[in-house]
């Protein structure tokens, strides 16, 4: 930017304020566009790469050889833990990482729900379901990032595969698991190579290498540090790929979880029909946290014998649910929810006895102060302050941490920026 243009700056965003308005340009673009004078494209706005990893326990850093995770936190910020939502389920969390937004107030409330108002049903593999945008309230990074005219790119993450606020990321790609890391990784890298004019500033992906390996043979297995290491390959990777193109010292890395995980074991489940006839109701989710919809005039039988029914079941009518959990007012939240305490899971005694293998790994959804469902928040680039530790803050805070980043205007949200501001320069 020449002297001139700073000296003209105020000036010339004044002039295209004016213009704009004159042309009914959203709010929205005239903030971006003053961003862009302010501040400069290339001077004030660094890329962002918001990596998520599926089922990261905040002290699995200490489990395996992470030598390209630890470079990242010896050259940024890390925080002691990062917080989830509840409950600790992966697309709840991941989407209020995107939005700042508790999932009564995003819509996500779970991985499997029944909205009454539309008489659906969503679950993960339901890609009908993931691709509507009904389901995805609230406004996610990307969509605020579009909507001020700054490029977003998605190799994977909940709510990117769907017009949401009928807008997606410039680029983005429909979730296939199998997808190897290596391709996520080598496409983050091609976004990177655009000319800058096509260039995207947002760009998230995604690992699942984790919650599969813990899920499957539990927390300290061999696969699961097997699965530490690829995880950590795969960033070293995109690391490399960085600083080969000059870009390292340019882009803001940051690095997420979505949840924690604990051990369980098929010596702790709680068999529902042991104590209800699930022919009387609609069990949309199971385990650990049960979405229980009674038949119609059951609700009041099906709570009270549920009630102080195990000694390892909490259950709660919708609107007296913990107030801390704010998990109270969506439709998509089932008149009665049923909590196992840690490690216990929830099904039937059909299920249990036809699936032999199954509770016998880890699994996560639980409490979120649970001291197992913690995850991780690791950040460096040249926004982020070096060799520094802050202490645990909720997921909820990140979206604030992003739009500052990137230097948009964020969406309402529930999030602070005075709880993240100690990581910037």
Not at 104 to 133: C, K, T, W, Y
Request: a negative charge.
């Amino acid at each position: 930017m020449t002297a001139a243009h700073r000296r003209g700056g105020s000036v010339s965003i004044r002039a295209a304020l004016v213009g704009m308005r004159g042309r009914g340009v959203t709010v929205a673009a005239v903030l971006a566009l003053g961003f862009t004078l302010g501040c400069g494209t290339s001077e004030g706005r660094r890329p962002v790469l918001l990596i998520g990893i599926d089922a990261f326990t905040w002290d699995l850093l200490n489990r395996a050889e992470t030598p390209n995770l630890d470079a990242i936190v010896s050259r940024g910020v890390r925080a002691e833990w990062l917080v989830p939502v509840f409950p600790t389920k992966t697309f709840p969390n991941h989407y209020s990482i995107a939005t700042g937004l508790y999932p009564e107030q995003h819509g996500i409330v779970a991985n499997n729900m029944l909205d009454p108002d539309i008489d659906e049903r969503f679950s993960l593999g339901n890609r009908a379901a993931v691709e509507d945008g009904r389901w995805w309230e609230g406004e996610p990074v990307w969509v605020t990032a579009e909507k001020a005219g700054v490029r977003a790119a998605a190799f994977f993450w909940p709510g990117t595969e769907t017009a949401i606020q009928g807008i997606r990321p410039t680029f983005w790609r429909p979730y296939e698991h199998a997808t190897p890391n290596d391709e996520r990784v080598d496409q983050v890298l091609a976004w990177m190579d655009l000319p800058s004019a096509e260039r995207p500033w947002l760009v998230t992906t995604y690992f699942a290498d984790v919650d599969d390996a813990t899920h499957r043979f539990g927390m300290s297995a061999p696969e699961t540090e097997a699965a530490i290491r690829e995880v950590d390959r795969a960033i070293g990777r995109l690391v490399r790929g960085l600083e080969a193109r000059g870009l390292l010292d340019d882009v803001n890395l940051v690095v997420v979880s979505d949840h924690g995980m604990t051990p369980t074991s098929r010596e702790r489940v709680i068999f529902l029909d042991d104590y209800i006839d699930v022919a009387n109701v609609d069990v949309i989710d199971w385990t650990p946290v049960a979405a229980i919809r009674p038949d119609s005039g059951r609700e009041d039988e099906v709570f009270g014998r549920l009630t102080d029914a195990h000694p390892h079941l909490s259950v709660f009518r919708k609107a007296e649910l913990p107030e801390r959990w704010r998990y109270r007012n969506h439709r998509r939240i089932q008149p009665i929810i049923a909590v196992a305490d840690e490690g216990w899971e929830i099904t039937t005694r059909k299920y249990f006895e036809e699936r032999t293998t199954t509770f016998t790994g880890a699994t996560h959804g639980y409490d979120n102060a649970l001291p197992s469902m913690r995850a991780i928040f690791l950040a460096a680039g040249p926004s982020f302050r070096r060799g520094v530790v802050v202490r645990p803050f909720q997921n909820i805070h990140v979206y604030e941490l992003l739009c500052r980043v990137l230097r948009i205007e964020p969406a309402a949200n529930a999030g602070s920026f005075d709880s993240v501001a100690a990581m910037l320069r």
